[in-house]
């Protein structure tokens, strides 16, 4: 599956985006997809994941109640609305999925890079106070 972020852009403290990530293949509804960033200077984080059927959210703690992700099978994508933006949001974000995930995937395999295949190009969010 070939993945393509977007929606990147720069914007003020407390503001709001949306990112998306587009998929081609056709088996993108049988993968567990996420979305990480990494800053300059500073290692890839997890930031959050939705499962396969998109019945199961999980977050990083620093953006849990401000960060939504959720995924629309019909036009294979997935989303992620950032609201109460703040300077260390600063990154580049990252969309990405993985086969590897069951209906028994917690936080710990979700956050955890290694189990995703595919990766997207990432788009910057840059976020001024």
């Known amino acids: 599956v070939q993945l393509q972020a977007s929606g990147g852009g720069s914007v003020l403290t407390g503001d709001s985006l949306r990112l998306s990530c587009a998929a081609r293949?056709?088996?993108?509804?049988?993968?567990?997809t996420g979305w990480f960033r990494q800053a300059p200077g500073r290692e890839r984080e997890f930031v959050a994941a939705?499962?396969?059927?998109?019945?199961?959210?999980f977050y990083a703690e620093g953006v849990e109640g401000r960060f939504t992700v959720s995924r629309d099978h019909s036009k294979k994508t997935m989303n992620l609305e950032m609201s109460s933006l703040k300077p260390d949001d600063t990154a580049l974000y990252y969309c990405a999925a993985g086969r590897k995930f069951t209906t028994f995937s917690r936080l710990k395999s979700y956050s955890d890079a290694v189990n995703y295949e595919f990766w997207g190009q990432g788009t910057q969010v840059t976020v001024s106070s």
């Open positions: 939705i499962s396969t059927t998109g019945s199961r959210t």
């Open positions: 293949g056709s088996t993108f509804s049988t993968y567990g």
